[in-house]
């Protein structure tokens, strides 16, 4: 009789999420959590109230711009799974008016600071031989949209830092996978980018006015749960897929491109 080894599962239950006070990161976790993992919430300022008392999940503090706290995050957190680089800021203007300090803000969290978590993870999952790392990136990456320019350049980066790590870490078991939310009415995402009256100035209002009333525009649009859900079949997908457009209109975006 010939005995045939069943190939083996990979188990995973532990997911590290940056910036989990609200929005997808907050869907995310609390998800993740009713599906049976073990959650790890990292915020800048830790709120355990914003999640269900549990003991299976941990909240850390984490400012994923600050060299310091994501090594003392990381070092609390022990072994983790799955790392969820959520963490984002938005940003909304013409490009004439925008300063070159903002456009370093964008980049500071929504593109290297990506890449420092995920240095900080990669030796962990690249020593076990498995691993997944899922990077929240944005429909604005799907066609070209005007008051993006600077968010947009910055989570362009972000996928194209994602796709070539997920070649780089191929050989070892380990997975990169990006998730492209469209627009959340619901979010913080202008909030998180500060005040937009000076980045679109009064000679672009007739441009501008448009754009700006279609955002308020209530339709068939994304969810922080559309969100999680993504981040979950990214998480257990085994195809090969790198992206995974989150909500209806980013999936059309996706669909039409």
């Known amino acids: ?15 590290l999420i940056t910036g989990t006070s609200s929005g997808y990161g907050l869907e995310t976790a609390r998800y993740f959590h009713a ?32 060299a310091d706290s994501v090594a003392a995050a990381f070092a609390a957190a022990g ?6 680089n ?18 370093r803000e964008l980049f500071e969290t929504n593109t290297f600071a990506v890449m420092a978590t995920t240095k900080a993870i990669i030796p962990q999952f690249r020593e076990r031989g498995s691993g997944v790392v899922v990077n929240i990136s944005s429909s604005v ?13 910055s989570k362009m980066a972000t996928e194209g ?11 070892f078991g380990v997975r990169a996978k990006l998730v492209q939310p469209g627009y ?10 500060g005040d937009i009256s000076d980045l679109i100035p009064e000679t672009y209002a007739g441009f501008a006015g448009p754009i700006l009333e279609a955002f308020s525009v209530q339709g068939d649009l994304t969810t922080p749960l559309d969100v999680a859900e993504a981040v979950w079949r990214a998480v257990h997908d085994t195809t090969g897929t790198l ?13 039409a491109r």
């Open 161 to 171: 830092f994602t796709a070539s790590l997920a070649l780089e870490l191929a050989d």
């Open 86 to 103: 959520n963490a984002g800021i938005g940003g909304i203007g013409v490009v004439e008016a925008t300063p070159v300090e903002k456009a």
């Open 184 to 193: 959340c009415p619901t979010t913080q995402f202008t909030a998180n980018g």
């Open 243 to 255: 992206r995974f457009p989150a909500g209806p209109d980013a999936i059309a975006l996706a669909q």
């Open 1 to 15: 009789m010939v005995l045939i080894r069943a190939p083996s599962v990979e188990v995973m239950n532990t997911i």
């Open 79 to 84: 072994p983790i799974d799955v790392l969820v």
């Open 35 to 66: 599906q049976g993992w073990n959650v790890i919430a990292t915020m800048r300022t830790p709120r355990e109230d914003v999640l269900p008392a549990s003991d299976r999940i941990k909240v850390l503090q984490l400012d994923v711009t600050d």
């Open 141 to 153: 990456v799907l066609g070209a949209m005007p008051l993006t320019a600077m968010y947009k350049a």
